[in-house]
């Protein structure tokens, strides 16, 4: 069975910085490209940023200020995050693509997410 | 960048209902479009993937269709646990963007 598993969210300052884990389990975790995507209290879904085996993206509203990477040695996923925002408040969720390979971005299997709450 | 476009955006049905929601890409994208249902205190899942390909374990009253900038997810006869949220998604590109999405409520 599949699972991910993310950690890391919290309250911090504007400002500040919070690095998110996602744990992955029940697959080959280095053949899939994985994701970050976020949702505002009671707002849609936004993509934040996705890696594959070589290549990294990140959207334009966090560029320059958010880092992916992963240990596949781990089976983790991280989302660096520093220059945080009052509107960078949401819950973190990691995804998995649907097939193996480079970013399709197709999203077939997500974590429970973990809630970043930006704030003073 | 390509900006997704969901109608309605909020949208009242009854149990049997056939329901049809659209999603509309201001610049062609073939057929990378996804479709996700998600519910309150859940993360989303996955419906339909590459316009029209029913994901495993989808029930068939789901389905997709569409090219380019036009696209639609239809339910054929609505069952109560398909109240949610829907949401499209542009896929397999470098910008990566969702839909506003879609509540569907009982009526």
């Known amino acids: 069975e599949v699972q991910l598993l993310e950690s890391g969210g919290g309250l911090v300052q504007p400002g500040g910085s919070l690095r998110l884990s996602c744990a992955a389990s029940?697959?080959?975790?280095?053949?899939?490209?994985m994701s970050w995507v976020r949702q505002a209290p009671g707002k849609g879904l936004e993509w934040v940023s996705g890696?594959?085996?070589?290549?990294?993206e990140y959207a334009d509203a966090v560029k320059g200020r958010f880092t992916i990477s992963r240990d596949n040695s781990k089976n983790t996923v991280y989302l660096q995050m520093t220059s945080l925002r009052a509107e960078d408040t949401a819950i973190y969720y990691c995804?998995?693509?649907?097939?193996?390979?480079?970013?399709?971005?197709?999203?077939?299997?997500w974590g429970q997410g973990t809630l970043v709450t930006v704030s003073s | 960048d390509i900006q997704m476009t969901q109608s309605p955006s909020s949208l009242s049905a009854s149990v049997g209902d056939r329901v049809t929601i659209t999603c509309r890409a201001s610049?062609?994208?073939?057929?990378?479009l996804n479709w996700y249902q998600q519910k309150p205190g859940q993360a989303p899942n996955l419906l339909i993937y590459?316009?029209?390909t029913l994901q495993h374990g989808v029930p068939s009253r789901f389905s997709g269709s569409g090219s380019g900038t036009d696209f639609s997810l239809s339910i054929s006869s609505l069952q109560p646990e398909d109240f949610a949220t829907y949401y499209c998604?542009?896929?397999?590109?470098?910008?990566?963007?969702f839909g506003q999405g879609t509540r569907l409520v009982i009526k």
């Open positions: 995804a998995r693509d649907l097939t193996r390979g480079d970013g399709g971005w197709d999203l077939d299997q």
């Open positions: 610049q062609s994208v073939r057929t990378y």
């Open positions: 890696i594959s085996g070589r290549e990294t």
């Open positions: 590459d316009a029209s």
């Open positions: 029940g697959f080959t975790f280095n053949s899939y490209a």
């Open positions: 998604q542009r896929s397999s590109s470098t910008a990566v963007s």
